[in-house]
Structure formats: structure tokens, C-alpha cells
């Protein structure tokens, strides 16, 4: 079992520039959620979903920002344009158990 | 209003002694489920303990319990004899409602250092 897979581990972008962060979920977990981590905000759920399905969005910020989930083992979060307060580390946690929640090792986002 | 209170941003102890997370949580739902994530400097999410809200015994796995007081909605984490390695953030986190699915809330964490 490999885990939660994230890609990549830092970024590095400027201001304006388009980001896309990927996630591979563990095989057969049925839910898939992206969370924010900041020093001031903490651990923030952005989006997830269910059987490939958007649940709750209502934690993404603005409209630059979108996730999609084509199929059970791929997910991307991407963000367009970005700004330097997205800098953040961005974590993908997938659930497949009854209440077994695996996050992945997270992208450590930097936009100067 | 915060779903999720860690009240100590900060706890020290010394090793092989047992320390005491606190945490409360908010919520009118009934069912729920409560966890605890280590995050150490490396900055991985490490899943600990859970406990359900309907679940009669607090949960234990290892050297970490769950002292789950439903009545005053606590779940404070309890860490005996204390390792070097048990120096990281600890997160307290809820997810309400009866589904097996469902989205995390975090507690905004304590930071745990062990001397020793």
C-alpha cells in the first residue's frame, strides 16, 4: 500500500502563475478531501468528495481556485491565478474505512 | 462558534511521564466520531486514536488513550510514558453525523515537547 500520493512535494511560483497540485488516492477509498494548512488558519477543509462526487465545496475560497476528481484515482486542485497568500502547505486525505482518514505528505505551496 | 478547542498551544514534559491533551468539542448532532493526528516536524498527518460517540469503553491503542467525557464533550488525549519522538503537534478533530464519511474538523492543535 503506498499511501496517499501527492505531487509535488514544494512549488515554487510566481504571483499570477497557474498551479496544479495532483493527488492518487489509496486504492478502494471512496472519499477523497483537500485541506489548507496555515499558521494563522490552521488545518482548513477546502473540498471533498464521495465516490468521485463534490460533496462540500463551501471551503474553497474564490473562484481561483477548482478541484476535480475525473476518476477514483486521480485528483487535482488547482489554482488560477495564484497569489501570495495561497502560500500554504496543501494536504490530500482519502477514507476508505469506517473511520480511517490517510493523508498524504502534503505540497508545500510558495507563490513570491 | 469553534466546533473543535484546543485550549493549550503549548505543553511540556518530561520523558516517561504521561501528559494530558485537552480537547471539547461542539456539537447537536448525536452521532459523531472524535480522532487525534500527530504532526511531527516532517510534517505528515499521523492518524492516532479514534472514538465514536456511541462507543461505551474509552479507546486505547498502545500508549495513547482517550479520555472521553461525553456529558461535558471532551476528548482529551492521553500520552503515557512520554518518548523523545512524541515531541510534534497534536490536532483533535471531529467529524459529525452518522455516515462513515465526512469531513474533518480540526482544533487548531498544541505543540507537544518532550525533555528529557
Known amino acids: 500500500d503506498a499511501g496517499v500520493i501527492q505531487s509535488p512535494r514544494h512549488e515554487v511560483t510566481e504571483m499570477g502563475q497557474e498551479v496544479t497540485l495532483r493527488c492518487k488516492p489509496i486504492?478502494?477509498?471512496?472519499?477523497l478531501f483537500w485541506y489548507r494548512q496555515t499558521m494563522m488558519r490552521g488545518l482548513e477543509l477546502l473540498i471533498y468528495f464521495n465516490n468521485n462526487v463534490p460533496i462540500d465545496d463551501s471551503g474553497m475560497p474564490e473562484d481561483r481556485f477548482s478541484a476535480k476528481m475525473p476518476n477514483a484515482s486521480f485528483s487535482t486542485l488547482k489554482i488560477q491565478p495564484s497569489e501570495p497568500r495561497d502560500s500554504a502547505v496543501y494536504f490530500c486525505?482519502?477514507?476508505?474505512?469506517?473511520?480511517?482518514?490517510?493523508f498524504g505528505s502534503g505540497t508545500r505551496l510558495t507563490v513570491v | 462558534a469553534q466546533k473543535i478547542t484546543q485550549t493549550q498551544p503549548g505543553m511540556f514534559v518530561q520523558e516517561k511521564e504521561a501528559v494530558t491533551l485537552d480537547c471539547t468539542y461542539d456539537?447537536?448532532?448525536?452521532?459523531?466520531?472524535l480522532f487525534w493526528y500527530k504532526q511531527p516536524s516532517s510534517g505528515e498527518m499521523i492518524f492516532l486514536i479514534y472514538q465514536g460517540s456511541y462507543d461505551q469503553q474509552n479507546a486505547t491503542e498502545g500508549r495513547y488513550s482517550l479520555n472521553f467525557q461525553k456529558a461535558r464533550k471532551s476528548a482529551n488525549l492521553v500520552i503515557s510514558a512520554s518518548q523523545l519522538g512524541d515531541s510534534a503537534m497534536y490536532f483533535c478533530a471531529m467529524r459529525e453525523g452518522g455516515t462513515s464519511y465526512g469531513k474533518l474538523t480540526f482544533g487548531q492543535g498544541t505543540i507537544l515537547t518532550v525533555h528529557p
Open positions: 486525505a482519502t477514507q476508505g474505512r469506517l473511520y480511517g482518514y490517510t
Open positions: 486504492s478502494g477509498h471512496n472519499s
Open positions: 456539537t447537536s448532532d448525536p452521532s459523531y466520531g
